[in-house]
């Protein structure tokens, strides 16, 4: 009886916990999709790639506001802060920069000089710009808004801008700024971006006094602000309501508009939903037949040859593997890297007298399933572009044959081990990764991006990996990791020309 009532009371409560899920998911969901409906929304095609385009529901569209991203960033991270503008009466265009989100376009890799990226990002921004007269938009009015790198790049632009009414950098750093120019530029930073906030403070000391934050300088018709938003870094600040606050009212000021609208802040649902996803998938995980029998931990010797051993092979490859893969410059090293890796490591663990264990293709599907269809599409449409368009497709195929041996070896050195083990095991290689990439900038420091996405992996896919894993073997939550992996880096990190 007491078997009986644990059981019952088990499989009760994990049906309670299930609906609570999915309710908040939904709860989320709703909100999101409620925001995203405030405004009126189009998707206009233009020679440099699609732009998004906002404006007011309730009254005439005012002046245009063209809304960049940063690096390794895409419209829809812009999102928000975009349809903000609209609600409080604005015109606002989005679009992706080249190598970034859905543009096919690539990237010089020209990153060290200014006549090189920059000034290429420079002239997209003007040809966005001169691209959306065409469509009807009045362009004669217009502010600029951009964050980290797009601060330097929308302040080079805005040089050439008749119309300019006021430019807002969020998380800026450029050496473009002068005393006189921009004349309206309001600074805004993450709290614990403490860099960027001694660089907005000095921005403000050009004009006049000590650069004090939350205080608007005016010398003339130079004017300038720089603020904190609470609590954020250099992501969280794009969603603050601190950011949309005052990037409103510094550009309803600048063109003398009435305040209207109002403001709404969705960084806190869009993190609910991803947890509540990420917890959701851990459920869907655990309520998979069980198909793989109680392995033990491997002997500390093994676990640690396994780990060390692959460090100096598979960097040696990554730095003297020559050439672009698929035109795309250093994913052919970054594809070494991790096929070399995996590939050594698991050589070792046969060694040690491993065998491999037959995978359950009903997990990895399952698996796949839910990472693609459901967190990444959701993923992609509330957050950040994560949808292997274009060039990224063949990439993130490529990139698998590297990928799965990787995180097949990934899932047999932490199946069983002590939490401490897996944080070993994870450190290791995006250590060696990073590593390799300061040692040698020409070669993979364009690539350097993949590292938080390998953090943010382990931590979200990895999580729901380690309970498939436990469920249906090592061999199972490997492949599919692989996938995944493949189409994460694909995905989201910015494509240079090689």
């Known amino acids: 009886m007491k078997v009986f009532g644990h059981y019952f009371f088990g499989m009760w409560g994990r049906s309670a916990f299930l609906v609570l899920l999915g309710l908040l998911v939904a709860a989320c969901v709703w909100r999101l999709e409620t925001e995203r409906h405030t405004v009126h929304s189009e998707l206009l095609e233009t020679p440099q790639g699609a732009v998004s385009f906002y404006s007011p529901k309730t009254t005439d569209a005012g002046p245009l506001v063209l809304v960049t991203h940063g690096f390794a960033g895409s419209r829809q991270m812009m999102q928000y802060i975009s349809r903000?503008?609209?609600?409080?009466?604005?015109?606002?265009?989005?679009?992706?920069?080249?190598?970034?989100?859905?543009?096919?376009?690539?990237?010089?890799?020209?990153?060290?000089?200014?006549?090189?990226?920059?000034?290429?990002?420079?002239?997209?921004?003007?040809?966005?710009?001169?691209?959306?007269?065409?469509?009807?938009?009045?362009?004669?009015?217009?502010?600029?808004?951009?964050?980290?790198?797009?601060?330097?790049?929308?302040?080079?632009?805005?040089?050439?801008?008749s119309g300019l009414g006021a430019v807002v950098a969020i998380s800026m750093y450029s050496d473009a700024v002068t005393p006189l120019y921009p004349e309206r530029l309001l600074v805004i930073s993450g709290e614990w971006e403490a860099r960027l906030r001694d660089v907005g403070r000095t921005m403000v000391a050009q004009v006049g006094g000590e650069g004090v934050e939350r205080e608007t300088v005016i010398e003339g018709d130079v004017i300038r602000r720089a603020v904190y938003a609470p609590n954020t870094e250099h992501v969280a600040v794009l969603f603050a309501p601190t950011t949309m606050e005052e990037a409103r009212a510094w550009l309803l000021q600048a063109f003398s508009l009435a305040p209207q609208g109002h403001t709404i802040a969705q960084g806190p649902v869009i993190a609910l939903l991803l947890i509540g996803l990420v917890l959701l998938g851990g459920q869907l995980m655990r309520g998979l037949p069980q198909s793989a029998a109680a392995v033990p931990p491997l002997p500390m010797k093994v676990f640690l040859c396994t780990l060390l051993l692959p460090v100096v092979p598979a960097c040696a490859a990554a730095v003297l593997s020559g050439g672009a893969l698929f035109g795309l410059v250093s994913f052919q090293s970054l594809l070494w890297f991790f096929g070399v890796w995996g590939g050594v490591a698991i050589t070792v663990l046969l060694w040690s007298g491993y065998r491999l264990k037959r995978p359950d293709w009903r997990g990895i599907v399952v698996f796949a399933i839910f990472g693609f269809g459901v967190f990444a599409l959701a993923l992609d449409r509330y957050a950040a572009a994560f949808l292997p368009f274009g060039p990224r497709l063949p990439l993130m195929i490529a990139l698998t044959i590297g990928c799965l041996p990787f995180m097949i070896a990934d899932r047999l050195l932490v199946h069983g081990a002590a939490l401490w083990q897996r944080f070993v095991a994870r450190a290791v290689p995006v250590v060696a990764l990073g590593s390799c990439m300061m040692l040698f900038p020409q070669k993979m420091g364009l690539l350097f991006t993949v590292l938080p996405v390998l953090v943010l992996f382990y931590a979200v896919y990895g999580t729901m990996g380690h309970l498939l894993s436990r469920r249906q073997g090592a061999e199972t939550a490997g492949l599919a990791l692989g996938i995944v992996l493949a189409w994460s880096i694909a995905a989201s990190t910015p494509l240079f020309a090689g």
């Open 84 to 161: 903000d503008l609209a609600r409080a009466g604005f015109q606002v265009a989005a679009f992706d920069f080249y190598g970034h989100g859905r543009n096919a376009a690539l990237l010089s890799p020209d990153v060290t000089r200014i006549e090189g990226t920059t000034q290429q990002l420079v002239e997209q921004t003007k040809a966005v710009l001169a691209s959306l007269e065409p469509a009807g938009i009045d362009t004669g009015r217009v502010a600029v808004l951009g964050h980290s790198m797009a601060t330097d790049i929308i302040i080079r632009a805005a040089r050439d801008l």
